[in-house]
């Protein structure tokens, strides 16, 4: 079943490999990041002066869609570096293989993230050693997590599997300033979706169709399976993780998030996203946004309306600074 919901998974995840962001800024292949992990890439923080009475984030998580180019997020990232200079960037791609690779193997490849947390002082240093009763000197972080797509979300969820398996008593940690913002994400997937996002990318007629074949067999097994163990799919899962308070250590249910949405997507259906919204509200989620796009393919929401895109960021990370954070 798990390897079932894999290749699944792996197929719909491969959103929008095929779109374009040529019209963004162009950027050098690294924009000043450097590789510190298989996927995984570091810029650290500039040194201007930020504007009195402002608390921007000193640290940004970008979790990029499946297979994404890193060009292609590069041209994100950058506007981060953009709107807020100062804040250290972390890089986290999402590769194909990410799917068919064991927990184990998935967790052992953000290892890096979590060095650089423990270096930025927002983890204690050796999380193994710490006591429940222990109160670390840890410095609450201004955290902006940006993911796109499921493969994006897949990966921040395994980063949070990681992080709790590392530091089961998070919750004496003190809940940072954060603010999720969630593009073209999460999809539960239909069958159509999913045809949707490996057609463009298998040239060969007949491979095309041994491949949708496979699809529809996998779906017909999962949903038996399902039917006869009440078993979810990877989906599903990601799903209800998304809405945990404490998905990161410095996350409650006073943290805003923003869904980016477009009722042109092909890969995630705009009423699952909508659907997830309202499940975020009924759960108690106190500052839940949803900007939703007429037009815009799949995870390029700001290629063509970049204005009320990247405004919408901001605007979140604004209410994120004006809210005190507490423990839910």
Same mark, same amino acid.
């Given at each position: 079943?798990?390897?079932?919901?894999?290749?699944?998974?792996?197929?719909?995840?491969?959103?929008?490999?095929?779109?374009?962001?040529?019209?963004?800024?162009?950027?050098?292949?690294?924009?000043?990041?450097?590789?510190?992990?298989?996927?995984?890439?570091?810029?650290?923080?500039?040194?201007?002066?930020?504007?009195?009475?402002?608390?921007?984030?000193?640290?940004? &998580?970008? @979790?990029?869609?499946?297979?994404?180019?890193?060009?292609?997020?590069?041209?994100?990232?950058?506007?981060?570096?953009?709107?807020?200079?100062?804040?250290?960037?972390?890089?986290?791609?999402?590769?194909?293989?990410?799917?068919?690779?064991?927990?184990?193997?998935?967790?052992?490849? &953000?290892?890096?993230?979590?060095?650089?947390?423990?270096?930025?002082?927002?983890?204690?240093?050796?999380?193994?050693?710490?006591?429940?009763?222990?109160?670390?000197?840890?410095? *609450?972080?201004?955290?902006?997590?940006?993911? @796109?797509?499921?493969?994006?979300?897949?990966?921040?969820?395994?980063?949070?599997?990681?992080?709790?398996?590392?530091?089961?008593?998070?919750?004496?940690?003190?809940?940072?300033?954060?603010?999720?913002?969630?593009?073209?994400?999460?999809?539960?997937?239909?069958?159509?979706?999913?045809?949707?996002?490996?057609?463009?990318?298998?040239?060969? *007629?007949?491979?095309?169709?041994?491949?949708?074949?496979?699809?529809?067999?996998?779906?017909?097994?999962?949903?038996?399976?399902?039917?006869?163990?009440?078993?979810?799919?990877?989906?599903?899962?990601?799903?209800?993780? &998304?809405?945990?308070?404490?998905?990161?250590?410095?996350?409650?249910?006073?943290?805003?998030?923003?869904?980016?949405?477009?009722?042109?997507?092909?890969?995630?259906?705009?009423?699952?996203?909508?659907?997830?919204?309202?499940?975020?509200?009924?759960?108690?989620?106190?500052?839940?946004?949803?900007?939703? @796009?007429?037009?815009?393919?799949?995870?390029?929401?700001?290629?063509?309306? *970049?204005?009320?895109?990247?405004?919408?960021?901001?605007?979140?990370?604004?209410?994120?600074?004006?809210?005190?954070?507490?423990?839910?």
């Amino acid at each position: 079943m798990l390897w079932g919901n894999r290749l699944i998974s792996a197929a719909f995840a491969t959103s929008s490999f095929r779109y374009s962001l040529s019209t963004m800024a162009p950027l050098s292949l690294t924009g000043g990041y450097q590789r510190i992990g298989k996927g995984i890439y570091l810029s650290s923080s500039g040194n201007v002066t930020p504007n009195r009475g402002s608390r921007p984030p000193t640290l940004i &998580l970008t @979790f990029g869609w499946m297979g994404a180019k890193l060009s292609h997020l590069l041209k994100y990232t950058a506007v981060h570096r953009e709107l807020y200079p100062n804040a250290t960037n972390i890089l986290i791609k999402c590769e194909y293989s990410f799917f068919v690779s064991r927990e184990s193997t998935c967790r052992a490849n &953000l290892e890096p993230v979590i060095h650089v947390l423990e270096n930025l002082g927002y983890l204690p240093s050796s999380m193994l050693k710490t006591k429940a009763t222990d109160k670390p000197e840890i410095d *609450p972080p201004r955290i902006l997590i940006h993911a @796109f797509s499921n493969g994006g979300c897949s990966q921040l969820t395994c980063l949070s599997r990681l992080l709790k398996a590392r530091f089961s008593n998070w919750d004496i940690l003190t809940p940072g300033i954060c603010a999720f913002v969630l593009d073209s994400c999460p999809g539960l997937g239909t069958m159509q979706h999913v045809k949707n996002s490996i057609t463009p990318l298998v040239r060969n *007629p007949v491979l095309r169709t041994l491949f949708r074949g496979l699809i529809v067999w996998l779906f017909y097994y999962s949903a038996i399976m399902k039917r006869l163990f009440n078993s979810e799919n990877l989906f599903e899962i990601l799903k209800q993780d &998304l809405n945990r308070p404490n998905l990161l250590p410095w996350t409650r249910k006073s943290t805003p998030r923003l869904y980016l949405c477009s009722k042109a997507d092909t890969m995630v259906a705009f009423h699952e996203v909508e659907d997830h919204m309202k499940n975020a509200k009924a759960a108690g989620f106190k500052d839940v946004r949803f900007e939703v @796009f007429v037009n815009t393919p799949h995870v390029n929401h700001a290629k063509f309306e *970049p204005e009320r895109y990247w405004g919408a960021v901001k605007a979140v990370w604004d209410a994120a600074c004006q809210q005190e954070q507490t423990n839910d």
